[in-house]
């Protein structure tokens, strides 16, 4: 089989609920296929292979590293894994798509990135939505000067968790909150819409147990530039977001949307409102073609780790802002 029609071998280190979103997008990937699903439950890993067709199911993530047939691996794993299982899978030399947040600290970046690097693997964090045309779109307007100089990014994504069974997402010790469960996503965007890195973070939060359940916070990023965003757990559904520029307005919904929803972009500008909305899309589906493609040809993944410690400097600014009640410097 040639290079250019050859499958990247996956396999899933862990049976978690966001399987049900990436597998199918996965199996739907012209350029990847499942192989195998990992738990540390032989029972579990032999449910979850049959459920999505995997042939082999591993009785623990050691098992599937150890596999040399296995060639990347997704990693959904609990938060405060994600580094750990990282660095374990590009040492066992296989290319590596780790759930956000990749690493709950920014400096776990740096010993990552040189491990990937010595096994000569790409590692990159999941933000599934950078893969959506609706954003290549966005930038697209953005660089055609269709809203003057962006000087706002409003964000939002909220949906109200279960609470009647126990939940990752409410377990600091499991790097659980909003804002790494939900907030990185905004932090990401208005990191990559203003195109550089904020200067300073404030924001407030309800907290239960511990645990950020909702947050708003703004960032700025200097020059007359903010994101304000807001996110949480415990209420919702909204997933939103709008650029302000110094001539008009571009705004999205359903941003973190489900796979196969349209994707509309509203432009309001002193001519009025204007309307586009791109055919639905499995941004899943796209993540795992430009990775695996990546891999396939040798090149570096789409978003380089740099992005990653980024992205979590500003979320740990975000959560010192909260528990220190000030303004914290990035």
Not at 230 to 254: A, C, H, M, P, Q
Not at 257 to 279: F, H, N, S, V
Request: charge should be negative; aromatic fraction near 10%.
């Amino acid at each position: 089989m040639s290079e250019a029609t050859r499958r990247l071998k996956w396999g899933v280190l862990g049976a978690a609920r966001i399987n049900r979103r990436f597998l199918p997008g996965l199996k739907a990937a012209y350029n990847a296929e499942l192989v195998g699903i990992a738990s540390r439950s032989a029972e579990k890993a032999r449910q979850a292979a049959d459920q999505w067709g995997a042939p082999v199911a591993y009785d623990s993530y050691e098992a599937m590293l150890a596999d040399p047939q296995i060639e990347a691996v997704y990693i959904p794993l609990p938060n405060s894994l994600h580094i750990e299982w990282a660095t374990k899978a590009a040492w066992a030399g296989k290319h590596v798509l780790a759930e956000k947040p990749l690493a709950l600290q920014p400096e776990e970046i740096a010993p990552l990135e040189a491990v990937a690097r010595q096994n000569n693997v790409n590692v990159m964090e999941a933000f599934m939505y950078r893969f959506h045309p609706q954003q290549a779109r966005v930038r697209e307007l953005l660089a055609a000067d269709a809203i003057g100089q962006p000087r706002v990014i409003r964000g939002t994504f909220a949906f109200v968790m279960a609470t009647d069974t126990p939940n990752i997402r409410s377990k600091p010790e499991l790097g659980g909150g909003a804002t790494w469960d939900v907030g990185c996503y905004p932090v990401n965007l208005s990191r990559w819409m203003f195109g550089k890195e904020p200067v300073s973070a404030y924001a407030q939060a309800t907290l239960k147990n511990g645990v950020d359940f909702s947050v708003a916070a703004v960032l700025d990023f200097g020059e007359g530039c903010r994101a304000v965003l807001d996110y949480g757990l415990d209420y919702g559904r909204r997933s939103f977001y709008e650029i302000i520029g110094t001539k008009g307005t571009l705004s999205v919904e359903n941003m973190w949307q489900e796979p196969g929803t349209p994707a509309t972009i509203y432009l309001r500008d002193d001519k009025g409102l204007t309307t586009e909305e791109l055919p639905p899309m499995n941004h899943f589906r796209l993540e795992a073609e430009a990775f695996s493609q990546a891999v396939l040809d040798g090149h570096p993944a789409p978003y380089p780790l740099s992005d990653s410690a980024a992205n979590s400097r500003v979320c740990v600014a975000i959560l010192e802002s909260i528990r220190e009640g000030k303004v914290v410097t990035v």
